[in-house]
């Protein structure tokens, strides 16, 4: 019969030997736990299938004092293990309360249960859903729903607004390049919205379609090749107040700042990484952000290098929007232009607000050129044949904006308030619009005020998804006769409600409802 060889045991649960109990290389066994343990000269160990602490080589995965229970499954691509705090593991998104997070790409549905801010670029490219406050302090773009599924209610104006102005990417060019795309020398990877990009070399504004194509949203392409060390600046437009600055600089002169050749005292909006929120030109030339002039306190414009005499800095403050970039061909002795410009669109712009380039050099407003009632432009000097005429639109603006509350329900309803202030002028202003691939009607409800009364009425709006809009009014109220007129249009895509005010200091509340496309 063979020998039965026992080594030291125990039977009480929970049990482990020390140092006291085994020596180096003995061995002790847990019966009740059905655990087997040894020991060296410093510590004592667990061997065996069900361990109580293990560790899987150096700097592996260690267990110790706890019990933790793993999915018997594996998760979903991009999924994360997490504990529910009672050692259940699991596959799950990363949720984070109260943290920080940056260059992260979500590209699932994201829900926020707690208050969300973003001060730097935000994109979404799938559904946002919240519920509880959002604050942006940089620009947002939404490529795809943002929507609140249930009913929401805002105590305060929900403001998204871009302080990112213009985004400016640079690229030094090589011998008979053509093509732009990938990372830049200055904003980092190349992207913008197709028809909303200005395009210079060696600071000549270049023309669309004739000198370069927006191939997609990520490149251009030039009809001619480049030479080498060339700069190609490609400019994204965003959103803020546009102005014009004009100064005659001194010898050797590198800061402007102050009151400008027309007395308007120099502003700009910092937060753009490069200059500051503002274009810069010498002697019509485009200059470069951080290359040939800085720009970051939002009063003063230091070019690296002193101006000569006479030398004429324009500055704009940035943020053009809506825009729109016009074009025309003159002929010999031609002052004015109006009408239909090459590509058949008619010429619009907010005076005062427009940007007028003679074959790609800037040319000075109230110098070289005026504007008349934001549809002609007159030259001070007749031009030559087959120049090339730019005009730059950076409006027309809807005036004040002050609040701005935009509700969705189920991806059905929109629900909207917004105030005004005031306005630039007495035209027919865009006041509110909506996409007409994504609704086919909306109801407004407009209330004005001025010194001399009060209007109040209902709009019904629709489009027949053929380009034509139509406008019903009922249950006016006039107190001292009416001091607003409203029509529509449809123009770009979008359906647009206009106001035409009795006075520039009209005030209104505008409450909407929207209906998105059946099926």
């Not at 649960?13 to 180096?24: D, E, F, H």
């Not at 990484?273 to 952000?289: E, M, S, T």
């Not at 003679?358 to 030559?384: A, C, M, W, Y």
Request: proline fraction near 3%.
């Amino acid at each position: 019969m063979a020998s039965v060889v026992k080594i030291k045991r125990t039977s009480v649960k929970g049990k482990v030997p020390t140092l006291s109990n085994i020596t180096a290389g003995e061995l002790a066994l847990n019966i009740r736990d059905g655990r087997i343990f040894s020991a060296n000269t410093t510590h004592t160990f667990e061997l065996g299938s069900n361990p109580h602490s293990l560790t899987v080589g150096t700097g592996g995965v260690s267990f110790a004092n706890g019990a933790y229970s793993f999915p018997s499954a594996d998760g979903s691509l991009g999924q994360v293990l997490k504990t529910n705090g009672s050692g259940q593991l699991q596959f799950g998104t990363v949720e984070v309360s109260g943290g920080t997070l940056s260059g992260m790409t979500m590209t699932g549905n994201t829900v926020f249960s707690g208050n969300a801010t973003f001060q730097s670029a935000v994109v979404f490219n799938q559904p946002v859903s919240s519920t509880s406050e959002f604050n942006f302090s940089g620009p947002v773009t939404f490529t795809g729903d943002a929507a609140y599924q249930g009913t929401s209610r805002h105590t305060a104006n929900v403001a998204i607004r871009a302080s990112l102005a213009v985004q400016q990417y640079d690229f030094t060019a090589n011998t008979g390049q053509t093509l732009f795309k990938g990372t830049s020398d200055s904003q980092g990877l190349f992207n913008y919205t197709q028809g909303s990009v200005a395009v210079y070399k060696d600071g000549v504004r270049l023309r669309p379609v004739v000198d370069f194509a927006e191939t997609d949203s990520s490149a251009i392409t030039l009809q001619d090749g480049v030479a080498n060390n060339n700069i190609i600046t490609i400019e994204q437009y965003g959103s803020e107040t546009f102005a014009h600055f004009n100064y005659v600089a001194t010898a050797g002169q590198t800061t402007f700042s102050g009151a400008d050749a027309q007395s308007k005292t120099l502003a700009y909006t910092v937060q753009n990484p490069l200059g500051g929120g503002v274009k810069v030109y010498l002697n019509g030339l485009r200059l470069r952000a951080n290359t040939d002039f800085t720009a970051t306190n939002g009063t003063e414009v230091v070019l690296l290098d002193g101006a000569g005499n006479n030398d004429i800095v324009m500055i704009e403050s940035l943020g053009p929007y809506p825009y729109k970039s016009f074009e025309f061909v003159g002929t010999n002795g031609q002052t004015t232009f109006f009408g239909s410009d090459v590509f058949g669109k008619q010429l619009e712009y907010e005076v005062e607000k427009t940007t007028v380039y003679l074959n790609g050099v800037k040319l000075t407003e109230g110098t070289d050129f005026s504007g008349f009632n934001g549809e002609r432009i007159i030259f001070q000097e007749p031009v030559s044949n087959n120049d090339v005429i730019t005009i730059d639109s950076h409006g027309p603006e809807p005036a004040v904006l002050s609040a701005q509350n935009e509700v969705h329900y189920a991806n059905t309803t929109v629900l909207k308030t917004k105030e005004i202030l005031s306005f630039d002028d007495l035209s027919a202003t865009v006041i509110d619009q909506f996409p007409a691939a994504d609704f086919v009607s909306a109801q407004y409800l407009i209330q004005a005020t001025n010194q001399n009364g009060v209007s109040f009425g209902t709009f019904n709006v629709i489009h027949d998804l053929r380009g034509n809009s139509f406008i019903s009014e009922f249950g006016r109220l006039n107190s001292n006769g009416s001091i607003m007129t409203v029509t529509t249009d449809v123009e770009g895509g979008l359906v647009r409600l206009k106001l035409q005010p009795a006075t520039t200091a009209t005030k209104l509340k505008i409450q909407a409802t929207r209906l998105r496309k059946s099926g």
